[in-house]
């Protein structure tokens, strides 16, 4: 009797603690499920993001031409954003893209809101059109940003909170950046000719 009470108990214990690994390993897996469809989602967003702006890119020549010849003035920030085009088609990552996705906006926002500074160039038609061309690639991707981020966010929420916290440590997942918005380009309402 003694020992059929022990089996019993020791056969209990075993079952609670195969149950218990399979319960974890169901929530473990079925954590790193959502993670992974978040990702998709954010990969998908990003790319699409990406296809928006490569017109922005391929306009970048003229836009640089143009402020050239009427301004007269080599600003070092254009060998800066004609690296960072031919980098963003090189980038092994997201993590990558998002870096240099963020720093080509910037510079190339810096180098508008300078070129704006020249009422001869701001008068000027071709200016005037390519810089409407790009600010209709800054709308279009405004939207992509906007739903990269909040792809972005959701799967940084899922990394921080429980049981994707524990993924993220057993599985070193880091979490992932957001992409920024250049005010200049987009935000401009002041007219363009002058």
Known sequence: MIYSNRIKVI???LL????????IALLVYSSYSS????????????KEYEAVLKPQRELLPDLV????????????????LEQLARRINDVNHIAEGVAVQNRFAFTLDRIISVADSY?????????AMVLEQFRRCEFRAAVE???????????????????????????DVPGRSLLEAPDHL?????????
């Open 11 to 13: 056969t209990v214990s």
């Open 16 to 23: 609670t603690v195969i149950a218990c690994g399979v319960g």
């Open 65 to 80: 031409e143009i402020v050239r010849n009427t301004t007269l003035t080599n600003y070092p920030e254009y060998k800066e």
């Open 35 to 46: 993670l992974a469809e978040s990702d998709r989602k954010m990969v998908q967003a990003y």
């Open 145 to 171: 940003r906007q739903r990269y981020n909040q792809a972005a966010e959701e799967f940084n929420n899922k990394l921080r909170s429980f049981p994707g916290n524990l993924v993220s440590q057993v599985f």
């Open 186 to 194: 987009a935000h401009s309402s002041r007219p363009i000719t002058g």
């Open 119 to 127: 009422p001869q160039l701001r008068a000027g038609q071709e200016y």
